[in-house]
């Protein structure tokens, strides 16, 4: 989410920012078995509060790539973008935000709308200077998918698949880490929003690393 306009609401909680882990499981087949993972729950990312509507998250990594999976309860789609690098963040989005080096000094933004379609960007965080948002950079071998289920109530489906070159990384060691977050952006019938992410961060503003969690690699 990279609108200024969505940087206002603030929350002085302090119980909000306790630290979050996630164990992030090893495919050695090369390909994700959700089954073998373990998820989180979105919450909203002002209050730390459950929302109306559920989001789970998964993650999984193989030798080339890391992987996530989305599943959004969702009544009501709005998303009218349709070309890559369209501003996702004003409709229905599940976002990630990851920093393979974990300082804060910079990282990537994934965007997924319920139509497949992608936002993708690298920003920069360097102290005492403004961010840095570059929507013109790409991921170039990232791949995802969009899929419905409407038993027992609709729930969409998102996963992504994004090969740690693009990260600019290498292989992650058993036991290393990466500092991330999830979100989602949803609208309801009557225009109203709501924000909700993994580790909140205390105001609708999901530019804040310092709030990230941290995924663990193991196997």
């Known amino acids: 989410m990279t609108s200024a ?57 193989t030798d080339t790539t890391f992987h996530m999976q ?14 890559r690098d369209d501003p996702l963040y004003e409709a229905d989005v599940v976002e990630c935000f990851i920093d393979p080096d974990g300082d804060g000094r910079a990282y990537f933004e994934f965007n997924v709308s319920p139509h497949n379609v992608i936002f993708d960007a690298y920003i920069t965080n360097n102290p005492g200077e403004p961010k840095g948002f570059h929507p013109e950079w790409n991921a170039e071998h990232l791949l995802s998918s969009v899929s419905y289920v409407n038993v027992p109530v609709r729930r969409v489906i998102y996963e992504l698949a994004i090969r740690f070159e693009d990260l600019e990384c290498t292989t992650p060691e058993v036991g290393s880490h990466f500092r991330l977050n999830w979100f989602r952006i949803d609208q309801d019938k009557l225009g109203a929003r709501t924000y909700d992410a993994w580790a909140p961060t205390g105001a609708v503003n999901f530019h804040m690393p310092e709030c990230f969690g941290t995924i663990r690699f193991t196997k």
């Open 5 to 61: 306009k969505h940087q206002g609401i603030q929350h002085t909680g302090n119980d909000l920012h306790r630290p979050l882990d996630y164990p992030c499981t090893y495919m050695p087949s090369g390909t994700p078995d959700w089954s073998l993972t373990d998820s989180v729950e979105l919450v909203d990312v002002v209050t730390g509060a459950a929302p109306r509507q559920q989001t789970k998250v998964r993650a999984c990594w």
């Open 70 to 83: 989305f599943e959004c309860e969702d009544d009501y789609i709005v998303s009218p973008y349709t070309d």
